[in-house]
T-cell receptor, first 116, second 112 residues
Framework: GAVVSQHPSWVICKSGTSVKIECRSL??????MFWYRQFPKQSLMLMAT?????????EQGVEKDKFLINHASLTLSTLTVTSAHPEDSSFYIC????????????FGDGTRLSIL | GQQVMQIPQYQHVQEGEDFTTYCNSS?????IQWYKQRPGGHPVFLIQ?????EVKKQKRLTFQFGEAKKNSSLHITATQTTDVGTYFC????????????FGQGTTLQVKP
């Protein structure tokens, strides 16, 4: 069964709205979670690394004030797209990895975000 | 920056034919992972290779990790329609604890 749950799976909203996406690890404590963005027919682009109890580490070119990440517990990380605009429309996927080294990443089902 | 190149971008095969996708990293990797993403779905972990020269098999899938730990391949023997999807390699460098660098992916189409 799924080890990472992502919610919601699909969001359609008006421009200017802030959207929160949740990522939960279901059967293990994830000290680190990752947030990706994927455009159609393209690869996954890492946006940020979410660390429990500390600030997220953002990749170059990703606006931290635009994409707010909170990792308040060992099983939950949230990504908030603030004041979303049509260009923010994309497929957002989170992943979590077990604490041991060299562990694979388990991906959530993804959130398809459409901004009108 | 660190890059993982993957080719080909697309591959159309007749059912029963073999398929191979290749990955090449600009830097030495500590391990490489392979994922499959079906259309509309999320990436699903297939396998991880850690040792230099490692070869692993999963039924019709054969995964290889190069001796220099900079390249890898996935070979599917006698493709089936269920193999359709995009296959991604993703490398982890010694300095990027846990962070995956994804290749561009190879999208496989299988004609019945």
């Amino acid at each position: 069964g799924a080890v990472v749950s992502q919610h919601p799976s699909w969001v359609i909203c008006k421009s200017g709205t802030s959207v929160k996406i949740e990522c939960r690890s279901l059967d293990f404590q994830a000290t680190t979670m990752f947030w990706y963005r994927q455009f159609p027919k393209q690869s996954l682009m890492l946006m940020a690394t979410s660390n429990e109890g500390s600030k997220a580490t953002y990749e170059q070119g990703v606006e931290k004030d635009k994409f707010l990440i909170n990792h308040a517990s060992l099983t939950l990380s949230t990504l908030t797209v603030t004041s979303a605009h049509p260009e923010d429309s994309s497929f957002y996927i989170c992943s979590a990895t077990r604490p041991l080294s060299n562990q694979p990443q388990h991906f959530g089902d993804g959130t398809r975000l459409s901004i009108l | 920056g660190q890059q993982v190149m993957q080719i080909p971008q697309y591959q159309h095969v007749q059912e029963g034919e073999d398929f191979t996708t290749y990955c090449n990293s600009s830097t030495t990797l500590s391990n490489i992972q392979w994922y499959k993403q079906r259309p509309g779905g999320h990436p699903v972990f297939l396998i991880q290779l850690v040792k230099s020269g490692e070869v692993k098999k999963q039924k019709r899938l054969t995964f290889q990790f190069g001796e220099a730990k900079k390249n890898s391949s996935l070979h599917i023997t006698a493709t089936q329609t269920t193999d359709v999807g995009t296959y991604f390699c993703a490398g982890v460098t010694p300095s990027n604890t846990g962070k995956l660098i994804f290749g561009q992916g190879t999208t496989l189409q299988v004609k019945p």
